[in-house]
């Protein structure tokens, strides 16, 4: 979530109001249009990565970054899908 219009002025990230524009549901539509936002924000708070204030209905990331916890296959395609290569291959 490095992208600017979801941090603040020192980088951390911003709450999310759930719904609008530059918001969770926006956010997880950008990631995924296979898993709708609902059940993206619902599995994000079962594993204790986000936080949701229903009464001002905003969104909290308190995870400082997410790598499965379980199975090495699914930390392989993690590191595949993030991974940058800065410099040429020999």
């Not at 986000?50 to 990331?61: A, G, M, R």
């Not at 395609?77 to 410099?87: K, Q, R, V």
């Amino acid at each position: 979530m490095g992208t600017k219009k979801y941090l603040d002025a020192e980088g951390k990230p911003v709450p999310l109001s759930y719904l609008g524009k530059n918001s969770f549901t926006s956010l997880a539509e950008g990631i995924s249009n296979d898993i709708r936002a609902r059940a993206m924000l619902d599995e994000f708070i079962r594993m204790d990565i986000v936080s949701h204030d229903k009464i001002n209905n905003t969104v909290t990331l308190k995870a400082e970054s997410f790598v499965p916890h379980d199975g090495w296959e699914d930390k392989l395609y993690y590191l595949g899908s993030t991974a940058e290569i800065t410099s040429p291959l020999p």
